[in-house]
C-alpha cells in the first residue's frame, strides 16, 4: 500500500463524513463540490461537522483517491468508511430520501 493509500485510508476510517473536493465548504471551487455541499445542507448537515479535504492543494491526495475507490471523479463522499459516490449519486441519493436517512438526518 502507497503511502498516499494509507493518508487516503486513514482520513476514509477516522471521519464520519468525508468530502473530498475542489475547495472547502465554506469555499466550493467547481460547481460539482458546491453542488455536494448543499446536498449535505439539505440533509440537515451541519457542513462544519464534514471533514473536507481540498485535493486542489495535494496533487498525490487528487490523483490518489481516484485509484483508491476506483470513481474517476470528485467530489467523493464518504460515510462511516464506505464510498457512496460523486454529486450525482448523492443528488439521486437525496431526492430518494436515502441520503439523509444513512446520514440520520431529516431534509432540512
Known amino acids: 500500500m502507497s503511502n498516499t493509500h494509507q493518508r487516503i485510508d486513514q482520513l476514509v476510517k477516522s471521519n464520519e463524513i468525508l468530502l473530498f473536493m475542489k475547495g ?3 469555499f ?3 460547481g460539482f463540490s458546491g453542488r ?3 446536498i449535505l445542507k439539505a440533509c440537515g448537515v451541519d457542513t462544519k461537522s464534514v471533514k473536507t479535504v ?3 492543494e495535494d496533487d498525490e491526495i487528487r490523483q490518489g483517491i481516484k485509484e483508491y475507490s476506483n470513481w474517476p471523479t470528485i467530489p467523493q463522499l464518504y460515510v462511516g468508511g464506505e ?3 460523486g ?4 443528488m439521486e441519493m437525496y431526492e430518494s430520501g436515502e441520503l439523509a ?3 440520520g438526518k431529516k431534509p432540512a
Open 24 to 26: 472547502n465548504a465554506s
Open 28 to 30: 466550493p471551487q467547481c
Open 36 to 38: 455536494a455541499i448543499q
Open 54 to 56: 481540498n485535493v486542489l
Open 83 to 85: 464510498f457512496i459516490g
Open 87 to 90: 454529486s450525482d449519486i448523492m
Open 101 to 103: 436517512q444513512m446520514l
